[in-house]
């Protein structure tokens, strides 16, 4: 019975735990640079930014996990990984997308007459 116990209540290893709060973190900081943008533009309101800075604070804190004592290789490459994702989000925001036109290529015969 002791050994059904025990497979049954299998702990998680905390780094996994770590490294899944990292990538939730890293889109966090992506859709925090967006929402800069999106301020900035006029439009969301300043609410949306807040609520994506503090999800990335808590999840950037949440890989240090402060009990384990000082940062490790791991903190490091996340939050690198966090700086990326950050800037890649507020350079996709701020760039301006041309319009495609894709009527002739959706309809091919619409400029036939007949």
């Not at 992506?30 to 990335?56: D, E, F, H, P």
């Not at 604070?57 to 490091?76: F, I, N």
């Not at 925001?93 to 959706?106: C, F, G, I, P, Q």
Request: proline share 4%; hydrophobic share 50%; with cysteine.
């Amino acid at each position: 019975m002791g050994l059904l116990w025990q497979t049954q209540n299998m702990p998680v290893p905390i780094d996994f735990m770590r490294g899944l709060i990292g990538v939730i973190g890293i889109g966090c900081a992506y859709m925090l640079a967006r929402s800069i943008v999106s301020l900035r533009k006029g439009q969301v309101r300043i609410s949306n930014l807040y609520s994506w800075l503090i999800r990335m604070t808590l999840c950037m804190a949440a890989v240090w996990y402060p009990a384990r004592g000082g940062v490790d290789s791991a903190d490091l490459a996340i939050w690198a990984l966090a700086a990326v994702a950050f800037a890649t989000g507020y350079w996709d925001a701020s760039r301006v997308r041309k319009h495609e036109d894709l009527t002739h290529e959706m309809f091919p015969d619409s400029d036939r007459d007949g």
